[in-house]
Nanobody, 115 residues
Framework: QVQLVESGGGLVQAGGSLRLSCSPSRRTFLIGSLYTVEWYRQAPGKQRELVASITRGGSANYTEFVKGRFTISRDSAKNTVYLQMNSLKPEDTAVYYC??????WGQGTQVTVSS
């Protein structure tokens, strides 16, 4: 079973940046080639929420609380979807997951933003 593997999380001060990566566990699975890829996050005690998405055509959408700060992109050559996060705030602290149609949730990557 193919899984999406998230990486790139860490501890950063408020105002800092991180770039998250999302790649399939099997190279033959071409991420984003057929279906939209989404980034979600889940903070402690809260429900998982959608952060950003990118369609197979490359159109990106963002939720209001990350617009202007986060950028989702796809590198077909590297078979990876990225989430560039700038101007991070303590409220961005969460486990971040990527998701696409037909695949189960991965382990996620922890992002912690200190004030």
């Amino acid at each position: 079973q193919v899984q999406l593997v998230e990486s790139g999380g860490g501890l950063v001060q408020a105002g800092g940046s991180l770039r998250l990566s999302c790649s399939p566990s099997r190279r033959t699975f071409l991420i984003g080639s057929l279906y939209t890829v989404e980034w979600y996050r889940q903070a402690p005690g809260k429900q998982r929420e959608l952060v950003a998405s990118i369609t197979r055509g490359g159109s990106a959408n963002y939720t209001e609380f990350v617009k202007g700060r986060f950028t989702i992109s796809r590198d077909s050559a590297k078979n990876t979807v990225y989430l560039q996060m700038n101007s991070l705030k303590p409220e961005d602290t969460a486990v971040y997951y990527c998701k696409t149609y037909g695949l189960n949730w991965g382990q996620g990557t922890q992002v912690t933003v200190s004030s």
